[in-house]
């Protein structure tokens, strides 16, 4: 099992620069597949990106590729999400999440990973 808390939310004007952590509780946090969700008010929770356990794949939803990286310290228990080039329908609470699986699969789908954290909003104005 393993528990998620979610840190470096925040308001950040358009073209700026956030980097959200993930810091993973349970001693097999280098087994689990991680990923980012996010949310927006009225809007269902969606994929923004997954790593696998070994950090050698990754995969991200398109309207972030080129500008999001996830990577992840598995010494630090940690994932991170670095955002670049913020717009403003980045805006959303976003969510880290585990799946308990060494294998390279990314599902799209909130009801296939395992664990989730609480938040952390990310504003950005315009």
């Known amino acids: 099992q393993v528990q998620l808390v979610e840190s470096g939310g925040g308001l950040v004007q358009a073209g700026g620069s956030l980097r959200l952590s993930c810091a993973a509780s349970g001693r097999t946090f280098s087994t689990y597949t991680m990923g980012w969700f996010r949310q927006a008010p009225g809007k269902e929770r969606e994929f923004v990106a997954a790593?696998?356990?070994?950090?050698?794949?990754?995969g991200y939803t398109d309207s972030v590729k080129g500008r999001f990286t996830l990577p992840r310290d598995n010494v630090k228990n940690t994932l991170y999400l670095q955002m670049n080039s913020l717009k403003p329908e980045d805006t959303a609470l976003y969510y880290c999440a585990a799946r308990d699986t060494m294998r390279s699969i990314f599902p799209w789908g909130p009801s296939e990973w395992d664990y989730w954290g609480q938040g952390t909003q990310v504003t950005v104005s315009s």
């Open positions: 790593i696998s356990w070994s950090g050698s794949n990754t």
